[in-house]
């Protein structure tokens, strides 16, 4: 049957749409070799024009690990204005360099590269403020979350369950992204920032106590997760120097793209005149370095849009700000309401991890983590050692901040007072030296099903919202804990672990828990029995890894595609909209996520032109 001229024009049309889509995929390739010589300017916020700027298709708020390569490859296209809170991560050798890790988590400096917070429940946690966010603070391991590919790739006895849920469903499949889309945007991301690590000694061990405690099989150096033991990808490249999302604004057009530091987003601007089916977001307000004002709009095109990539606390805050969430929640801070969701900040989670530190009978050299054993009840056991020793180092004394757990600890800025910090380094002072000559080894909880809430403390976008994740309220949660800590005691036993120890004789668990309860720090009471019980151990030493989701999740706040239900122009990309972490560690595929919703964005654009 012959085909109609219109069935025969909408293929053309398809075929051209995929063909430009392609072309411009790989002449942007090819058109310039990636160099961070091809940074765009980071300029401040200060210098954006009080009277009639420039208009954009897109308005990404939000220069962090989701945000950069999103402007980068919007930007082979289109006009795009990349507003970011923080400073340029260039030159700081806190962000730059390994051994300086714990230095930049401790600044407490108002402009620093992180924000520290404290969750309602008493744990301490820290916030990216910086252009190339988490990946500027964060232990730069390297996992990409599940896919399918990757679960058939396993052995059949590892097959049988990814999660706790015992699903074979990958996190690809369940947020339902197109796979193959995937599989093009991780490899962009990995030739330009991504590193195989130098096995440090402690993550050797780490590895090899794994494998004997029966963490099994040995999957060798892969971005994959599979279940078993791997080692991973790092952005810290041979000498220690951090690659982060910031180096993938390199990959952009510096003529469309514009990347303003400095600027904090404080509201987003809705046009709501009467006759319009829905408000639509126009534009951005938002404070400079010296506090002035200032706006940016879009510009008239139909598909232009306002994109949010401020994570999964400063998404919903931002959102709750501009007018989108519990109308009851809005009012009681006077503000207007744009939208009433009352999904907003809601089902909010953070990965738990508890750490056991283990004395060794010297030093080991300083490592973050490299090595993980992926169990099959959804438990991650990772590893980190020592300090930096640079003369910018802090050693021994942290004053009234610590680092021995490789997260930002710290007494309530409303305690900060010289007594205080004089008792503090007292107190330091009494824990036992070999807290300084050993490492750690982390559990933590793959998809907790412990979940909170996100709410607004005040209107002041620079102050932390109030944070609850309610860690192992779900006893199951608590279950799987308690299983991390007797999978670490098995490693404990091993020989390899025995090796390290003062005596060879190997490790007391009770001594281990014992100097733990002392090392971790939270602000939640301790009880007597925390080494007795496994279940008030997890409980009571519960600190972060940063990995936070939640608060727009798809379907609430967001659509499947991330645009903001019942409203136009507006978009959210970032874990916010995530319902558990992807992997072991979210970095990977949140830097894909950026990519890949660019090129989606741009190919459905393009589409569109063409008249499919």
Request: aromatic fraction near 8%; charged fraction near 20%.
């Amino acid at each position: 049957m012959a085909l109609s001229r219109g069935v025969v024009v909408l293929f053309f049309f398809k075929l051209l749409a995929c063909f430009l889509c392609l072309f411009l995929e790989q002449s942007q390739a090819a058109k310039k070799p990636f160099t961070l010589k091809n940074l765009p300017a980071l300029q401040k916020a200060s210098s954006y024009p009080t009277g009639c700027p420039s208009t954009y298709d897109y308005i990404i708020v939000g220069g962090g690990t989701a945000g950069c390569p999103l402007a980068a490859t919007l930007s082979l296209k289109y006009k795009v204005l990349l507003l970011e809170r923080g400073g340029s991560p260039y030159g700081n050798r806190n962000v730059s360099y390994m051994e300086n890790f714990h230095i930049g988590l401790m600044n407490m400096a108002p402009d620093s590269p992180a924000q520290a917070f404290i969750s309602t429940d008493g744990v301490i946690n820290a916030r990216a403020r910086v252009l190339g966010g988490g990946t500027c603070i964060n232990a730069g391991f390297y996992s990409r979350a599940s896919s399918s590919q990757a679960i058939a790739n396993m052995h059949l006895h590892q097959y049988h369950q990814l999660n706790h849920r015992k699903e074979t469903i990958s996190f690809i499949q369940e947020v339902g992204w197109d796979e193959d889309l995937v599989n093009k945007s991780f490899p962009w991301v990995e030739e330009k920032i991504v590193q195989w690590p130098k096995i440090a000694p402690w993550q050797a061990a780490l590895r090899d106590g794994l494998l004997q405690a029966g963490v099994a099989p040995f999957n060798g150096y892969t971005y994959d997760h599979v279940s078993g033991t791997k080692v991973g990808g790092t952005i810290f490249d041979e000498t220690g120097y951090r690659h982060t999302a910031a180096d993938l604004l390199a990959a952009g057009d510096p003529n469309n793209l514009r990347v303003l530091l400095h600027a904090s987003a404080h509201k987003i601007v809705f046009d709501s005149r009467q006759g319009r089916m829905k408000p639509r977001a126009t534009g951005v307000q938002f404070t400079d370095e010296n506090g002035r004002h200032h706006q940016a709009f879009l510009n008239n095109r139909k598909d232009s849009e306002i994109i949010v990539s401020a994570g999964a606390i400063g998404t919903p805050q931002l959102l709750l700000l501009s007018g989108i969430g519990p109308k009851n929640d809005l009012k009681n801070h006077n503000i207007p309401v744009v939208l009433h969701n009352k999904y907003v900040g809601k089902g909010m989670a953070d990965n738990p991890m508890n750490s056991i530190f283990i004395p060794t009978r010297s030093p080991p050299r300083q490592s973050l983590i490299e090595t993980v054993g992926i169990t099959e009840e959804g438990v991650f056991i990772e590893a980190s050692s020592g300090f930096g020793q640079s003369s910018e180092s802090v050693h021994c004394h942290h004053g009234i901040m610590s680092a021995e757990i490789g997260q930002l600890s710290t007494i309530p800025p409303k305690k900060r007072t010289l007594e205080a910090a004089q008792k503090y380094a007292h107190n330091k002072l009494n824990l036992p030296k070999e807290v300084f000559h050993g490492g750690f080894i982390l559990e933590k909880i793959d998809g907790p099903l412990s979940t909170g809430h996100l709410v607004l403390t005040d209107t002041d976008v620079r102050n932390n919202p109030a944070v609850t994740f309610n860690y192992f309220s779900h006893p199951q949660d608590l279950n799987r804990c308690v299983y991390g800590i007797k999978t670490i005691e098995k490693i404990l036993k091993t020989n390899r672990f025995s090796e390290l120890s003062a005596n060879g004789a190997g490790f007391s668990m009770e001594r281990v828990l014992n100097m733990s309860v002392q090392a971790n720090v939270n602000l939640i009471p301790k009880h007597t029995n925390d080494t007795e019980s496994l279940e008030q151990f997890c409980k009571d030493t519960v600190i972060t890894i940063w990995h936070y989701h939640g608060g727009c999740h798809v379907g609430k706040v967001v659509d499947q595609h991330y645009r903001v239900l019942g409203v136009s122009g507006l978009r959210v990309v970032d874990g916010s909209i995530f319902s558990r972490s992807p992997g072991t560690n979210p970095q990977a595929t949140v830097m894909m996520m950026g990519r890949y919703m660019g090129v989606k964005i741009l190919r459905e654009r393009l589409g569109r032109a063409a008249g499919v």
